[in-house]
């Protein structure tokens, strides 16, 4: 059975980006070279999901920072082609989060990443999500991006353990309580 993970870091006040979607505040603290067990978790995951948000975010990088294939949820590019330096490590798909799990599924994976707020509160209303790791990051935003939005029901969580780091930086792990 396949299952979804999120991994990503979120300012001390919530938010994954800017309002107009700048994460550089975040790629600023990433640069310090310190190990927050991303290596690890990629390790097992087999495709990641995101939205067109993180995918516009992140698709300058060079080099592009994922390992895995990614597939990006926005009905708006899967009328697109993808970019030819992306083509066959990217994919646009305009599915829902249950249909593009079953994708994946069909083609053999059985570890999801989902990075991406919007991204991420869908896949968690839809019962997708099996664990959840979030890093604060010591910066107070004030306004942004928030990582979760209202619900129409609470979504339980056990609390598996944190970690600081010298940074500041202070990792949670969560898994969704059934």
Not at 83 to 94: C, H, I, S, W
């Amino acid at each position: 059975m396949i299952t979804g993970h999120v991994f990503i870091a979120t300012s001390l006040d919530g938010f994954i980006a800017r309002d107009n979607g700048d994460i550089a505040w975040l790629l600023e603290r990433d640069a310090s070279g310190e190990d927050h067990g991303y290596d690890d978790f990629i390790r097992d995951i087999d495709a990641i999901i995101m939205g067109r948000g993180t995918f516009e975010a992140v698709r300058d990088m060079k080099p592009w920072f994922y390992s895995r294939p990614v597939l990006v949820l926005s009905a708006t590019l899967a009328e697109q082609p993808v970019p030819a330096d992306l083509a066959g490590k990217v994919r646009f798909m305009g599915k829902s989060p249950q249909q593009a799990m079953a994708t994946l599924e069909a083609e053999g994976c059985r570890r999801v990443y989902v990075d991406g707020g919007r991204v991420i509160q869908s896949f968690l209303l839809e019962g997708l999500i099996s664990d959840l790791v979030i890093t604060r990051v010591p910066i107070l935003l004030g306004t942004g991006r928030p990582l979760f939005g209202p619900v129409p029901h609470d979504i339980n969580l056990r609390h598996m353990g944190t970690r600081p780091f010298p940074s500041g930086l202070v990792q949670s792990t969560y898994t969704i309580a059934r």
